[in-house]
């Protein structure tokens, strides 16, 4: 509690690393990144290579359907309760980052109804390459881009690009297809984003998932530690 | 009291949720009763002088010290639509973590633990703007404006309409605004000296009866 006096009712700041009953609250990571690039899938991924073994729940940010949540609950990645949709008014950027309010009231509803939990992922909805998750909002962030929506995305950095704790590089399955160039793209985020880490990733090839879940349990060790 | 409060707690940038609502906008475009400017300026006018008095009124009425859960009863009372009680619940939840975030004291703690899922926005509105030192003058203020401002700047997403023509909408509006937080501060004291039945109970049913609508669409921008 960083205010000078201890509230009654629930805190006032979310960024606080306790709930108002003195235990840890669960690890928040954002996954942002422009539309179509695989945020979404690669959430559902998470939660079946996380889900035996922590307890989880997702909120999604979807911009104006419920679809990203719907294909979650479509495919069964978790219990319906352990997902929640926020609603964005047009400005998936706004709702991560300059007004998170709709967001943390999210992750405290799914900590209440279905906690305690470990880790609650927090699903942008499909945005520019500017925009980033509030460190009021999140812990830790994963931007999301992928080789079919060219591969001079790393050069052109950005907020997500530079900045994301992990940047995933998904679909290098459609490299040859789209004319991708992934040596590039690796060499160019490397520029970017120096020691900060880079995973390749390809949904349908199976690769890459194991290495951002083991990233998200090194992250989740930290936060427990 | 500090004048520059009313700014921050008035600013639409103050992060309390109000950007993901239209104030009924959205239905309005959908059901071709908002199409250009002239229509924006009927439809903020229609809110200003029922929605938005009832707000008003209300939040003024927290700042004279009206016990906030008769407040939220009464606003209860006035928004038949459960669609609106619910978004009216949300933003004061929303509205109530930044208040306490920007202007801590325990009157805002103690509301925090009265309304865990939150009390009516204008309600909360009224209690922030007091932890703020602000007066009933100016919570009504604020109150209206945001009943008219709501819609405009939605309303420019939704129909690409000239963020010009949507500020003068609102600069048009600013005299009659002026008048009706006049009646709402009036009634506000009424209400303060002999109880909550004293506040005005106008409402837009059309207003009520398509956020009704809006809430079942399966496809949206805003939330409410």
Redesign the interface.
């Known amino acids: 509690m960083h205010l000078d006096h201890l509230p009654h009712g629930p805190a006032a700041v979310s960024a606080d690393a306790h709930r108002p009953d003195g235990t840890r609250r669960a690890l928040r990571i954002g996954l942002g990144g422009p539309v179509g690039s695989g945020k979404t899938a690669t959430v559902a991924a998470l939660c079946r290579e996380l889900r035996d073994e922590l307890s989880l729940a997702v909120v999604t940010n979807d911009i104006y359907t419920r679809e990203d949540a719907e294909f979650l609950l479509r495919e069964a990645v978790l219990p319906p309760e352990r997902i929640t949709a926020v609603e964005t008014g047009a400005c998936p950027h706004t709702a991560i980052r300059d007004d998170i309010s709709a967001n943390l009231e999210a992750v405290e509803d799914l900590e209440e109804t279905v906690g305690p939990l470990d880790l609650i992922l927090v699903e942008s909805g499909g945005d520019n390459l500017t925009a980033t998750f509030s460190k009021g909002l999140v812990d830790a962030q994963i931007f999301v881009i992928d080789v079919a929506g060219g591969d001079d995305i790393p050069r052109k950095g950005g907020p997500g690009v530079t900045t994301a704790d992990l940047l995933v590089v998904n679909k290098t399955d459609l490299a040859p297809y789209v004319g991708s160039d992934l040596a590039r793209m690796a060499a160019d985020a490397k520029t970017q984003r120096a020691e900060l880490p880079v995973v390749l990733q390809s949904l349908r090839g199976g690769s890459g998932v194991a290495d951002v879940a083991a990233w998200v349990r090194e992250r989740l060790a930290a936060w427990t530690a | 009291m500090t004048r520059a409060a009313l700014l921050v707690l008035a600013d639409g940038?103050f992060?309390?949720?109000?950007?993901?609502?239209?104030g009924g906008a959205e239905a309005a475009v959908k059901a071709g009763r908002i199409t250009g400017a002239g229509d924006l300026e009927d439809f903020c006018r229609g809110r200003l002088h029922t929605a938005g008095l009832v707000a008003g009124a209300l939040a003024a009425a927290a700042v004279l010290g009206v016990d906030p859960r008769e407040l939220d009863a009464a606003a209860d009372a006035r928004t038949p639509s459960p669609a609106l009680r619910l978004a009216a619940r949300?933003l004061g939840?929303?509205?109530l973590?930044?208040a306490?975030?920007s202007w801590?004291c325990?009157e805002?703690?103690?509301?925090?633990?009265?309304f865990?899922k939150g009390a009516h926005q204008p309600v909360v509105l009224g209690l922030a703007a007091r932890a703020a030192g602000l007066g009933p003058s100016d919570a009504a203020y604020c109150a209206l404006y945001e009943s008219v401002s709501g819609p405009a700047t939605?309303t420019v997403?939704?129909l690409s309409l000239d963020p010009f023509d949507a500020t003068g909408v609102l600069a048009r509006l600013a005299p009659e605004l002026d008048a009706v937080a006049e009646s709402a501060v009036g009634a506000a004291g009424r209400a303060a000296a002999r109880g909550v039945a004293a506040l005005p109970a106008a409402s837009g049913p059309l207003l009520e009866i398509m956020a009704e609508a809006h809430a079942s669409w399966?496809?949206?921008?805003?939330?409410s």
């Open positions: 940038r992060p309390a949720g109000g950007h993901a609502h239209s949300r939840r929303q509205l973590r930044a306490r975030a801590p325990a805002l703690d103690r509301v925090a633990g009265w865990p939605a997403r939704l399966p496809a949206r921008l805003f939330a």
